[in-house]
């Protein structure tokens, strides 16, 4: 049997006549850039995560460097955040001018080790970056408290997590603000790219909605240095269609993380550990192994995709080599690096294929 890592054609098939319905009456309405689809999808996801405003984008990286801006990150600032994460959440920083100074992980979670944060907390130190990796959230109680402490501002990147929760609070809602990608192969992604920005905060929204569309009050009239970084109607069209499914999706991963956690019996292997109080949604599903080039090799040789998350961290990339960072610096992170492993999860793999990868797994 062949089993995929991901099969976005799935997805598509089954949804492809309201998708098609709704992107075909887009390109017919002619209004291409924001607009009515926008606004819709904006409503429809806000609502969704009972946060009171939306703002959609082009990307998850523009969503969250326009975050970075409306809370007043630039140059000389530092931001604290994980180098556990793909780099768009680094880079977003180094585009404000603010220098990323990144914190260790929690080995059984992944997840930003809030223990970390105090020690790196400067003078400069403006705002924390926490990323909820894998599809489960931050310990957002602890890490809001240190934030109140040292009047520090606090960005969700959720873009692994749409609709995951903390003691039943949404992903992206519990700060500042929090943003989202809808990279296609998101749980909730586009048919293209797309990323979305949510708060509470009424002045925070106004002030992203102007920085993503020139800050012009008036056409061709700018009060700041500004961007194009406006949402495509047809993407949200798609987005639309597709939010309607985004539980029934998840509830699917979440029963195939169920099946592979109860059932791969390898003492090989270690799986991320899920908190009790976390719904967790399984965008990624982690397996973790000392030898994980032998277990790649042996997975695809039994034609079962993979992937990794990430296998080099932020602070051994090369943009930031300037940061002085040497291996051993991160030894949680490094480790994660060197061992994780990712394994098919998506609402439409067959209950055979499961089985499938269950009991290759447990052979190795």
Same mark, same amino acid.
């Given at each position: #049997?062949?089993?995929?890592?991901?099969? +976005?054609?799935?997805?598509?098939?089954?949804?492809?006549?309201? /998708?098609?319905?709704?992107?075909?009456?887009?390109?017919?309405?002619?209004?291409?850039? !924001?607009?009515?689809?926008?606004?819709?999808?904006?409503?429809?996801?806000?609502? $969704?995560?009972?946060?009171?405003?939306?703002?959609?984008?082009?990307?998850?990286?523009?969503?969250?460097?326009?975050?970075?801006?409306?809370?007043?990150?630039?140059?000389?600032?530092?931001?604290?955040?994980?180098?556990?994460?793909?780099?768009?959440?680094? #880079?977003?920083?180094?585009?404000?001018?603010? @220098?990323?100074?990144?914190?260790?992980?929690?080995?059984?979670?992944? !997840?930003?080790?809030? @223990?970390?944060?105090?020690? @790196?907390?400067?003078?400069?130190?403006?705002?924390?970056?926490?990323?909820? /990796?894998?599809?489960?959230?931050?310990? #957002?109680?602890?890490?809001?408290?240190?934030?109140?402490?040292?009047? !520090?501002?606090?960005?969700?990147?959720?873009?692994?997590?749409?609709?995951?929760?903390?003691?039943?609070?949404?992903?992206?809602?519990?700060?500042?603000?929090?943003?989202?990608?809808?990279?296609?192969?998101?749980?909730?992604?586009?048919?293209?790219?797309?990323?979305?920005?949510?708060?509470?905060?009424?002045? !925070?929204?106004?002030?992203?909605?102007?920085?993503?569309?020139?800050?012009?009050?008036?056409?061709?009239?700018?009060?700041?240095?500004?961007?194009?970084?406006?949402?495509?109607?047809?993407?949200?069209?798609?987005?639309?269609?597709?939010?309607?499914?985004?539980?029934?999706?998840?509830?699917?991963?979440?029963?195939?993380?169920?099946?592979?956690?109860?059932?791969?019996?390898?003492?090989?292997?270690?799986?991320?550990?899920?908190?009790?109080?976390?719904?967790?949604?399984?965008?990624?599903?982690? /397996?973790?192994?000392?030898?994980?080039?032998?277990?790649?090799?042996?997975?695809?040789?039994?034609?079962?995709?993979?992937? $990794?998350?990430?296998?080099?961290?932020?602070?051994?990339?090369?943009?930031?080599?300037?940061?002085?960072?040497? @291996?051993?610096?991160?030894?949680?992170?490094? +480790?994660?690096?060197?061992?994780?492993?990712?394994?098919?999860?998506?609402?439409? #793999?067959?209950?055979?294929?499961?089985?499938?990868?269950?009991?290759?797994?447990?052979?190795?």
């Amino acid at each position: #049997m062949k089993v995929p890592y991901f099969d +976005l054609r799935r997805q598509y098939k089954d949804i492809k006549p309201q /998708l098609e319905r709704r992107v075909i009456g887009t390109l017919r309405s002619t209004q291409y850039s !924001l607009g009515g689809e926008v606004e819709l999808f904006e409503s429809n996801f806000s609502s $969704f995560l009972e946060a009171n405003y939306c703002t959609g984008v082009n990307t998850g990286t523009s969503a969250l460097h326009l975050a970075l801006l409306a809370l007043g990150i630039g140059k000389g600032d530092e931001v604290i955040t994980v180098s556990m994460t793909f780099i768009a959440t680094v #880079m977003s920083i180094s585009y404000t001018g603010a @220098k990323p100074v990144f914190v260790d992980i929690d080995k059984k979670t992944q !997840l930003i080790n809030y @223990k970390n944060i105090i020690k @790196k907390i400067s003078s400069k130190t403006k705002a924390i970056v926490v990323v909820h /990796l894998y599809g489960q959230c931050a310990e #957002m109680n602890e890490i809001n408290k240190i934030a109140k402490k040292y009047k !520090l501002r606090v960005i969700e990147d959720s873009s692994q997590a749409h609709g995951a929760k903390y003691f039943n609070k949404y992903a992206g809602t519990m700060s500042d603000v929090g943003t989202f990608s809808f990279y296609p192969g998101k749980n909730l992604g586009a048919i293209g790219e797309g990323g979305a920005i949510i708060t509470n905060n009424s002045k !925070l929204d106004k002030k992203v909605k102007e920085l993503r569309n020139w800050s012009q009050p008036k056409r061709y009239f700018h009060n700041e240095i500004s961007y194009n970084y406006r949402m495509d109607s047809i993407q949200a069209a798609a987005l639309n269609i597709k939010l309607k499914f985004l539980k029934k999706w998840t509830l699917k991963r979440r029963k195939i993380a169920s099946e592979y956690q109860s059932r791969i019996k390898n003492d090989k292997l270690e799986f991320t550990y899920a908190k009790p109080h976390n719904f967790h949604v399984y965008h990624i599903f982690s /397996l973790f192994h000392k030898n994980r080039a032998s277990l790649q090799k042996y997975l695809n040789k039994n034609e079962i995709g993979t992937n $990794f998350h990430y296998p080099v961290p932020a602070h051994l990339q090369k943009p930031y080599i300037s940061l002085g960072h040497k @291996k051993g610096d991160f030894p949680i992170t490094e +480790l994660i690096s060197n061992y994780q492993i990712s394994i098919p999860i998506f609402p439409e #793999m067959k209950n055979d294929e499961v089985e499938y990868v269950i009991k290759i797994i447990n052979k190795f």
